[in-house]
């Protein structure tokens, strides 16, 4: 029979992550790499009975290929704190495992703002539509860097699965800005390290058009409402602002 263990790294998530392990215990085993944690997350994996690898990590790439090299079956099905397994999900994810002759699958998302489902819009390195999170432990290897790592594959892609993840994202507007603040920082810094900018401001202004166009018209943001056109200006912010951090600032 095919095994599986669930792989969760987190950074002091002692409020989400309680939520994240209970909707986990399908799984075989269950890894959570702690990353410069200083709150109660390591008690309550432990109580959860995950098993626990610590330390600090620059890299997001680096700490996640730390979590696979941990686990020791035959499948990997990667979340975070902020992502909840339902059972449907869970059923398919067991099912697929124990007769798929592929070494990977996509699984489909549901994005949650609050309390509120936005399904349209997400993509153009800002929210995700679908991940491929569930994989043959020697499939998938992360790239080196802080934010939105490449992947190297081995093996066959298999189809996307049916149902999907539950992704509480942003808690609200606010934090959907503090995570644009963020996510362009970390992107600034990758590029600094390689001596890049991320291209001309002239380049990035066009990046801002397209990728405001691929999320809020052919992704479907305009059905989302304000949240789509928020959505679709954050996605395309993304890379004009990461090139001016890059470009202007040190740290």
């Given at each position: 029979?095919?095994?599986l263990t669930a792989?969760?790294?987190?950074?002091n998530e002692e409020k989400r992550l309680p939520a994240c392990l209970d909707k986990l215990r399908f799984a075989d085993k269950v890894v959570v790499v702690l990353d410069k944690c200083t709150d109660g997350t390591k008690d309550i994996a432990l109580a959860f009975g995950a098993k626990i690898v610590e330390g600090r990590w620059d890299l997001e790439g680096d700490r996640r290929n730390t979590g696979i090299a941990a686990c020791d079956t035959e499948w990997v099905l990667e979340v975070d704190a902020d992502e909840h397994v339902p059972p449907a999900l869970?059923?398919?994810?067991?099912r697929t495992i124990a007769a798929t002759s592929f070494d990977w699958h996509e699984i489909p998302v549901d994005n949650y703002i609050g309390e509120r489902l936005v399904r349209h819009g997400w993509g153009a390195s800002y929210g995700k539509a679908a991940y491929p999170g569930l994989f043959r432990k020697n499939a998938k290897t992360w790239g080196r860097d802080r934010v939105h790592?490449?992947?190297v594959w081995r093996g066959?892609?298999?189809?996307m699965?049916?149902?999907r993840l539950q992704h509480y994202v942003d808690k609200n507007i606010s934090d959907m800005i503090r995570r644009l603040d963020s996510y362009s920082t970390a992107k600034a810094r990758d590029l600094r390290d390689r001596g890049e900018t991320w291209g001309s401001t002239a380049s990035n202004i066009r990046r801002l058009v397209s990728r405001?166009?691929?999320c809020y018209v052919r992704r479907g943001g305009w059905r989302e409402g304000g949240y789509g056109l928020i959505i679709a200006i954050c996605a395309g912010l993304y890379p004009l602002l990461s090139h001016f951090k890059a470009k202007y600032e040190k740290e």
């Open positions: 029979m095919s095994t792989l969760v790294v987190v950074c869970a059923e398919e994810i067991r790592p490449s992947l066959k892609k298999g189809p699965l049916h149902n405001f166009f691929k």
